[in-house]
């Protein structure tokens, strides 16, 4: 039994070691997308409604109903995301350019920042909102 429990203890101690080599938190949102987010600087704080990530890289704001998994990975991998699917629901809409204008106008944090970022140039301005209403009227990119 003695030995039993030794043997937990390493194993557990082998995981909490093992956890700290890992390079990024991921989550799986509801509607099927991975947020991933680098692990240096990471800081974790949640309320009733949200998780909030903060890292070296961003912040994100990520409401507790829409996450289905969590975990850690040394996997980058990227973000599983939509081109133009700012608010993370499946699919580009009228409502992401709403989304994103709030984000543009800092109303709205709970963006996601890989799937706004429409004209894929890094940063995220109204050049975004621009090219989301011509992927809207258009179908392509
Ligand atoms: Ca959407
Ligand atoms: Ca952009």
Redesign the pocket.
């Known amino acids: 039994m003695k030995k039993t429990i030794i043997t937990m203890l390493i194993a557990l101690v082998a995981m909490v070691a093992s956890a700290e080599t890992y390079n990024y938190l991921k989550f799986t949102k509801t509607s099927g997308t991975t947020l991933t987010y680098s692990v240096e600087g990471l800081k974790l704080t949640y309320d009733a409604s949200n998780v909030y990530v903060v890292n070296n890289e961003t912040t994100a704001t990520i409401a507790l109903a829409e996450v289905q998994d969590m975990y850690f990975s040394n996997e980058a991998g990227g973000n599983d995301f939509i081109l133009g ?9 009228i ?2 350019v709403t989304a994103l204008i709030d984000y543009l106008l800092g109303t709205n944090d709970g963006i996601n920042l890989d799937a706004a970022d429409c004209n894929t140039d890094n940063n995220i301005s109204i050049a975004d909102v621009t090219a989301l209403i011509d992927y809207l009227l258009s179908k392509s990119w």
């Open positions: 699917d700012v608010n993370d629901d499946g699919n580009v809409s409502a992401d």
